[in-house]
């Protein structure tokens, strides 16, 4: 009989969703990290200008209020380094309201420092292209409106220092320096922010890639189930009713006198039996998320009773079996963990039917299972394709299903399969699961 076991379903729909989610919380999450940093060379380089135009340039700034500003945005970085190292969820809102406050911390020194004359005003700029990068549209208008409003006020109100700006006199007046050296100041912030942000969007869009796939294998996994299910429920009548015939035949005087032709009703019998108990167990498991009354075994019990079951099943010629598991964690059987490792060991019985083996341990928080054979083993170009849809060596239409399947329960528990050729010959697949995604309270599926 097959082992008590229970499935857990998520619509493809729910995870598409999830993973993008995630995936665009990670980019903003980085992307905040380039702010923090860029705000850390804004706040020494403030510190820096500040020296250089207080005692070099001999002129008079207003040190206690500009320094003050400088201090608090040091604070605002250091609460915002230890608060989204709480908290990595960063939104668009946050993002937003770290360039307002850097805008407007930029247009309270420059207010102090000369207004519309300091050269400086070209940082201005860099706020405005990099909120355009890393906000959507609306937000980067935002930034830009504000950042036009502040200049415009300074044009209104020049603040207490005047700065004498002759662009006429070439490189040796102090204006056209500190333009220049704003310019060059600029230029580099964005080829190496730009840079570096640019990496960060390249590797989020590699990333939905990724998750756009698998919601796609996501779906055809679930076409194929719709597929299994209703083919069970067209399958259970007829399975019934060769069943009643068998087992009337075996009755009858002309098979009971033969003993040979009994037997070999006998075990049409059997098997007809244990088709008729496969397409009840994917009625079963059809739809339903969770037993209410799950059976809990050992980790070693359970891959016991499956190789039991695969075994009596199949029949190999040879099958060596070696459980090293030394731990008696409590799991739940699950259908899939099931089917996962018997697709595995059947392609390697059918490239090897006389000999195969199978080992089980744990290392450290990981279970692995190791199915070798003797076959041929693996074409290159099928060590590259393995996991995907319709990928089979036997050059069959509408074969190669089965790893494919068994990757992606694979990847919904958090771990992964692995496939290579053996030196002197053969195959191995290993396939590695996280143990805690084995426990009865846990759900490989959940959010």
Sequence with gaps: MPMQTHTRLRPPDGLRRRLRAAAGLLTDNRSMQQLILLRWIAVFGQLLVIGMIHVWAGISLPLH????????????????????????????????????????????????????????????????????????????????????????????????????????????????????????????????FIGRIGSILRERDARLAGLRQRAAEEEHIVRMGLLASGAAHELGTPLSTLA???????????????????????EMQTQVLRCKAIVTGILHSAGETRAESPHEMSLSECIDEMVDIWRRSRLPHLLSFDNRINTDLAIIADTGLQQMLFNVMDNAMEASPRWLSLEAECVEDMLVLQVSDNGPGFRADMLERLGKPFQSSKDVPGRGLGLFLSFNVARAFGGSIHASNKPAGGARVTITLPLHALTADADPYDD
């Design 65 to 192: 209020t500009m320094l003050s500003i400088a201090g608090g945005q040091a604070l605002f970085n250091v609460f915002s380094v230890y608060y989204w190292r709480q908290h990595s969820d960063v939104s668009e809102r946050a993002l937003l309201l770290s360039f307002l406050t850097d805008v407007a911390a930029l247009t309270a020194q420059l207010y102090l420092s000369g207004g519309l004359a300091n050269p400086f005003m070209l940082l201005y700029l860099l706020q405005i292209v990099l909120a355009a990068v890393l906000l959507q549209p609306r937000s980067g208008w935002l930034v830009t409106l504000v950042s036009f409003a502040c200049m415009a006020a300074l044009a209104v109100w020049h603040g207490p220092i005047e700065l004498p700006a002759n662009p006429a006199a070439g490189l040796a007046n102090p204006y056209v320096q500190g333009l220049l050296l704003c310019f060059v100041l600029v230029a580099g912030l964005l080829v190496v």
């Design 244 to 266: 009643v015939i068998l087992g009337d035949w075996q009755h009858l005087p002309h098979f009971t006198s033969d003993p040979e032709l009994l037997h070999d009703v006998s």
